[in-house]
């Protein structure tokens, strides 16, 4: 038990440390909170046993790390949405040179005088 607890402490503090690097940090919190959840339980299992492991203090060193990382970044970091305008611009650009293209083709009506349209009641 002692040790599917420990194993489930490093791999949710490693998992917390990776997120919060990301872009997307915000979600860290998560395993950073299962990671603590885990690590106090296997401290508890292990301190009844007698022996406490050096990995499981440096699990909870990696979940305060991924939660500082996590926190900084939520007070300190903005994200700004850029100018859409040029954006803008440019999809309505495309959509006139799309319109332009399909106006210019050459599509003769005998091309379509071989095609059967079936007629299908939907009804029945």
Not at 57 to 77: D, E, G, N, P, R
Not at 88 to 108: R, S, V, Y
């Amino acid at each position: 038990m002692k040790k599917i607890f420990t194993i489930l402490t490093i791999t949710t503090s490693i998992l917390a440390t990776i997120i919060s690097v990301l872009p997307i940090s915000n979600l860290a919190v998560f395993p950073a909170a299962l990671a603590f959840i885990f690590g106090v339980t296997a401290f508890y299992i292990s301190k009844k046993t007698g022996e406490v492991k050096k990995i499981i203090q440096f699990s909870f060193l990696l979940t305060a790390c991924a939660l500082s990382i996590v926190t900084y970044k939520a007070f300190f970091i903005k994200t700004e949405v850029v100018n859409t305008k040029i954006l803008n611009e440019k999809e309505a650009q495309f959509e006139e040179d799309a319109i332009e293209e399909l106006e210019n083709l050459d599509i003769e009506s005998s091309e379509f005088e071989d095609i059967e349209i079936e007629n299908t009641n939907l009804d029945n």
